[in-house]
């Protein structure tokens, strides 16, 4: 059993020990195998030998100021990390000093601790996420779009980076930036499904009704021309911009694939409208059932 095997491996770590007492990494492998059985007491005792021994090690200090915030003495796991990071810029000990200091409802260290980290670039794509997400939390919109832009960029697009993106560019406002940014994608990526949804879905909130509908024929193209409702979503798009022709033509071919498409009967009856066909507008209108309750 895995209780089993880390009892083994305790009892190794114990005769290690013994024929090497000074050496930091055995207490720390110790002290990580005690907090895995929930054994908080041996876990401190081994991680503060191992810290003692090696204070300029970042391992150790990590372990020991998440024994310390388990334990529920946050002012001792805040004063572990800031002696790490006094030590050197490690992006992890600047995650756990500023989720702790939110915790503890410090927003303004937490900031100044943001704020230092932000003199460097983090070391690996996980922990640029990791400050995005402190960055909206700390609601630095602008900045957080930055280090999301950098992600998708450097070939980073999954949707959790692009529903970040996304949630950035809201609250940032930089809804053009994100367009061209998401334009590039599409040529970097064109058959990421997920990429042209935002596109297009975005491209509606900022009224480029065209770019919209070129996102909607992408997409519409990606699976096959077969998915009425993309085909519909397109239509609306081009009677948006304006081309009401090309939007009956588009609902028409929907209607073929999916006689009872939602949103099906209005957007034909707005196209024949904004044709100039009234008449067959609401001759359309009226041959639905619930057309009154519709209308």
């Not at 919209?212 to 081009?238: H, N, Y």
């Not at 507008?281 to 059932?289: R, V």
């Amino acid at each position: 059993t895995q209780e089993g095997d880390l009892a083994q491996a305790q009892e190794h770590l114990g005769i290690a020990l013994l024929f090497d007492p000074n050496a930091s990494w055995l207490h720390q492998a110790r002290g990580r195998l005690a907090l895995e059985q929930g054994d908080i007491t041996q876990a401190r005792a081994s991680l503060t030998k191992a810290v003692n021994l090696e204070p300029d090690a970042p391992g150790p200090r990590l372990a020991l100021a998440r024994v310390l915030e388990i334990q529920g003495e946050y002012a001792g796991a805040v004063r572990q990390l800031e002696v790490l990071l006094g030590h050197g810029r490690d992006d992890l000990a600047f995650i756990e000093l500023i989720q702790l200091q939110l915790l503890l409802g410090d927003r303004e260290q937490a900031e100044r601790a943001l704020d230092a980290w932000s003199q460097r670039p983090p070391s690996t794509p996980e922990a640029l996420r990791r400050r995005a997400v402190l960055r909206l939390e700390l609601d630095q919109p602008a900045a957080a779009w930055e280090d999301l832009a950098q992600l998708v960029e450097g070939d980073d697009a999954g949707g959790p980076t692009l529903d970040l993106l996304m949630e950035a560019a809201k609250r940032s406002r930089r809804l053009g930036s994100t367009l061209a940014l998401l334009q590039r994608l599409v040529l970097w990526e064109p058959g990421n499904e997920d990429i042209v949804v935002r596109l297009g879905g975005l491209a509606e909130q900022a009224g480029d009704h065209a770019l919209a509908a070129e996102a909607w024929t992408l997409l519409d193209q990606l699976r096959g021309g077969q998915d009425a409702s993309v085909k519909l979503m397109r239509a609306q798009a081009q009677l948006d911009a304006g081309d009401p022709e090309g939007a009956l033509t588009e609902a028409n071919r929907a209607a073929a694939l999916e006689p009872d498409a939602p949103t099906l009967t209005q957007v034909r009856a707005r196209a024949l409208f904004a044709k100039g066909d009234e008449r067959a507008a609401l001759a359309l209108i009226e041959s639905q059932p619930d057309w009154k309750q519709d209308a």
